[in-house]
């Protein structure tokens, strides 16, 4: 059974940073793309960024590129979300997840369906 758990969350000011991170167990980490999702109170979830196996060719939202680094350790099988200059609009819960076929995919359009291992997210609260 695949568990994706994410932490690091917190409430931080404007222009502050946290990183987040999701650690996965029950399948083989190292093979597969990772992004992470957010979901702001009355919106939808987005996708945000991704990174793929190997050499780990990362993806970004123009909402964050330029401010959130996303990178993984294959040997923890740990993804992790570094932001910085965060902006109240960050405000969000954030999501690992996992595409469900070993290399595929990943690529900087973030369609639900085809990720398949879901965490239960972390909050994230950015005050002005």
């Known amino acids: 059974q695949v568990q994706v758990v994410e932490s690091g969350g917190g409430a931080v000011q404007a222009g502050g940073s946290l990183k987040l991170s999701c650690k996965v167990s029950?399948?083989?980490?190292?093979?597969?793309?990772w992004a992470w999702f957010r979901q702001a109170p009355g919106k939808e979830r987005e996708g945000i960024s991704s990174?793929?196996?190997?050499?780990?060719?990362?993806y970004y939202s123009d909402s964050v590129k330029g401010r959130f680094t996303v990178s993984r350790n294959d040997m923890k099988d740990e993804l992790y979300l570094q932001m910085n200059s965060l902006k109240p609009e960050d405000t969000a819960t954030y999501y690992c997840?996992?595409?469900?076929?070993?290399?595929?995919?990943?690529?900087?359009?973030?369609?639900?369906?085809?990720?398949?291992?879901w965490g239960l997210g972390t909050q994230v609260t950015v005050s002005s």
């Open positions: 029950g399948v083989n980490f190292d093979l597969y793309c």
């Open positions: 990174i793929r196996w190997g050499a780990g060719r990362a």
């Open positions: 997840a996992g595409i469900g076929e070993p290399i595929s995919g990943c690529s900087g359009s973030w369609r639900e369906s085809d990720f398949v291992w």
